[in-house]
């Protein structure tokens, strides 16, 4: 039978194979747009990281430059440092070579001490009433033999200290040394909440004894007080004395200075603390001017050091130095000449003006001494030193005086003793006539004009005593004139000054008072806090070696301008009070003394080299 296919059939399977065709097409469109949907995704997140790739690329370039750079700096300041410690490391290679040497000899004899003293042991075990003689003569021996160590463990120490002064002074540091005072009577204040004794000592010197290092002397402040954070500080000194110390330890330690004086260095002691800390008792002593003549023991630097002063003198030939006096004193940031001589008023102290000559030193110019031909002015040629403390005790009642919270005979002005000491040689002497002349054909050139009105306008004017003080408030403008000053032009360098003389400033700073204090006393404490602060800031820029210096800020520092920045040797004695009330201000005082160590001025350099010691 024909097999028999319908062509309707044929399409309808025909269009059935279409569509089947079709329906797989669509759906392998359908494939594809997913595919391409996802690798378009896996495109845009391609693309993202490789965004993010160059966005890290970039910071990490980045990052790579500053690394650098710090890497850079880092070397620079690590050479530097490395310099700086490979010079001290040769200083103390160099000490420690002079020190262990000094060990060694005397750990070697210490030894030999020892042996002598177990010999002496052992016969002693054995001996009989016979040996007794021969013991005791041994026993005198070894008697002998430590007191000669003894002095030479002195010796070594006294060595010692010299060393590391003269390696202070190689740098150019600021020496400090540090006193704390007995507890007296006006440090008893009891606290009834805390029940504490505010006369409790917080404060204690601490002075190395023998150590292989340099001599490190300190000043340990202990304080634990109920409730409040524990104060526990070790401040560090060239010198530390306690309230055991004499005022001869003291100068002991302050002396060997005078003799740079000789040499032909200025010289400056500067005594700086709070009020009552001991400023005046250290350069002055305690008892007044008023009072019967003060024991030597208990005179202080300024009497000690004019002692001083005269008999390194009688060592040199005679008649080759002259030794001058000026004493003045910066109250309300004004300088007073207390030894003024001008006659036309009765009112002691006269009103100066300070002065930035030419050469860059300060000068108070009514104080400069007229070398050939004297004038009578306020500085005083004295021939010893009995007539320098009979000068100075004479003027030093004038000094502004009040009671504080702290004592009741505060001073409040800093007081200056200046002793200015020449040279008369022949060389000298030809020069101060010549500069004399110089001078004379200089008062009659026009010129003169341009320097002279504000030294005229330093007219003297009525000092404010502390008992004139309404007088003082009702013009407080008047008091503070130095920031804004312009320096007075100097009458060219030199021309009015002595040839080779060099001078010791002995300084007894007005004490600082922090709180309680109202009515009149404010504004004279406000001046001496300001004052302070100015000096403080004057040692901070020389330590931090900033280019700009702010003397001019205060009286003060304008006239101290030559030994706190100069090229003078300075020591600052700090004064501190040994009592928990005043942990405050002790603080603040020993910060001063720690930042006074940082500074490194000019190497000393000599003024006079015609003053030589024998
Ligand atoms: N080391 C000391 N030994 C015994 N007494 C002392 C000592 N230091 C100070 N004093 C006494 O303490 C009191 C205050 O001392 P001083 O007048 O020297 O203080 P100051 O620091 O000069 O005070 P201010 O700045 O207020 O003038 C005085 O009576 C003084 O005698």
């Not at 279409?18 to 391409?36: C, G, Q, V």
């Not at 490979?86 to 210490?110: C, M, P, R, T």
Request: charged share 25%.
């Amino acid at each position: 039978m024909p097999l028999f296919i319908n062509q309707d059939q044929i399409f309808a399977h025909q269009v059935h194979l279409l569509e089947h065709k079709l329906r797989s097409k669509d759906e392998r469109i359908l494939e594809l747009e997913t595919e391409k949907a996802i690798l378009h995704l896996r495109l845009a997140e391609c693309l993202g990281r490789l965004r993010r790739g160059h966005e890290e690329e970039a910071m990490a370039q980045k990052l790579l430059q500053q690394q650098r750079k710090t890497q850079n700096i880092t070397q620079s300041a690590l050479g530097k440092l490395l310099a700086e410690v490979q010079n001290l490391k040769q200083d103390l290679s160099e000490i420690f070579a002079v020190y262990a040497n000094g060990v060694a000899d005397l750990e070697g004899q210490s030894k030999q001490i020892l042996e002598k003293v177990d010999k002496a042991r052992s016969t002693l075990n054995g001996c009989h009433g016979d040996d007794l003689q021969s013991l005791q003569f041994h026993v005198a021996a070894l008697k002998r033999d430590l007191e000669e160590e003894k002095e030479r463990c002195r010796a070594e120490k006294q060595r010692r200290r010299e060393i590391h002064n003269t390696l202070v002074e190689l740098r150019g540091n600021i020496r400090v040394h540090c006193r704390v005072r007995p507890v007296l009577p006006f440090d008893q204040i009891h606290s009834s909440t805390l029940g504490i004794t505010s006369s409790d000592e917080v404060i204690n010197a601490v002075s190395d004894t023998f150590s292989l290092t340099f001599i490190k002397d300190t000043m340990l402040v202990k304080c634990i007080k109920n409730g409040n954070p524990i104060i526990n500080k070790v401040f560090e000194f060239e010198r530390v004395h306690g309230p055991e110390d004499s005022q001869n330890a003291v100068f002991e330690e302050v002396k060997p200075l005078l003799t740079s004086l000789l040499d032909g260095y200025n010289v400056c002691i500067m005594a700086y603390g709070q009020t009552g800390s001991g400023k005046t008792h250290t350069m002055m002593g305690s008892q007044g001017p008023s009072r019967a003549p003060q024991m030597d023991e208990q005179q202080g630097i300024i009497p000690k050091a004019a002692v001083e002063l005269f008999r390194l003198i009688s060592e040199t030939p005679s008649e080759s130095h002259v030794v001058e006096v000026s004493v003045v004193e910066v109250y309300n940031n004004e300088v007073f000449d207390l030894l003024s001589r001008d006659g036309e008023s009765s009112t002691p102290g006269q009103c100066r003006d300070v002065i930035t000559t030419a050469s860059g030193t300060s000068e108070v110019p009514s104080l400069t001494y007229e070398w050939v031909e004297p004038k009578s002015g306020s500085v005083v040629r004295v021939k010893s030193a009995p007539e320098v403390m009979q000068l100075i005790r004479g003027v030093v009642k004038l000094r502004a005086r009040c009671p504080t919270l702290v004592h009741t005979h505060s001073s409040r002005s800093h007081l200056v003793v200046t002793l200015t000491l020449s040279s008369k040689s022949p060389h000298a002497l030809a020069l101060a006539r010549r500069l004399q002349s110089a001078k004379r054909e200089l008062q009659h050139c026009p010129q003169r004009e341009f320097w002279s009105p504000r030294c005229r306008r330093a007219n003297p004017t009525t000092r404010h005593t502390s008992t004139d003080r309404s007088a003082a408030l009702a013009s407080p403008s008047s008091l503070c004139s130095s920031p804004g000053h312009s320096p007075c032009p100097s009458p060219r360098p030199g021309v009015s000054q002595a040839p080779n003389r060099t001078r010791l400033q002995l300084v007894d700073l007005a004490g600082s008072e922090c709180v309680g204090v109202t009515g009149t006393a404010l504004w004279e404490t406000s001046c001496i806090n300001r004052s302070l602060s100015a000096l403080s800031d004057v040692l901070g820029a020389l330590a931090e070696q900033r280019p700009h210096v702010p003397y001019r800020n205060s009286k003060l520092t304008h006239l101290l301008q030559d030994a706190i920045g100069g090229d003078a040797k300075l020591l600052v004695m700090l004064c501190v009070s040994p009592a928990q009330r005043f942990i405050t201000e002790s603080l603040q005082s020993l910060s001063f003394g720690a930042r006074a160590r940082q500074v490194q001025k000019r190497v000393p350099q000599r003024k006079n080299n015609n003053l030589k010691t024998k």
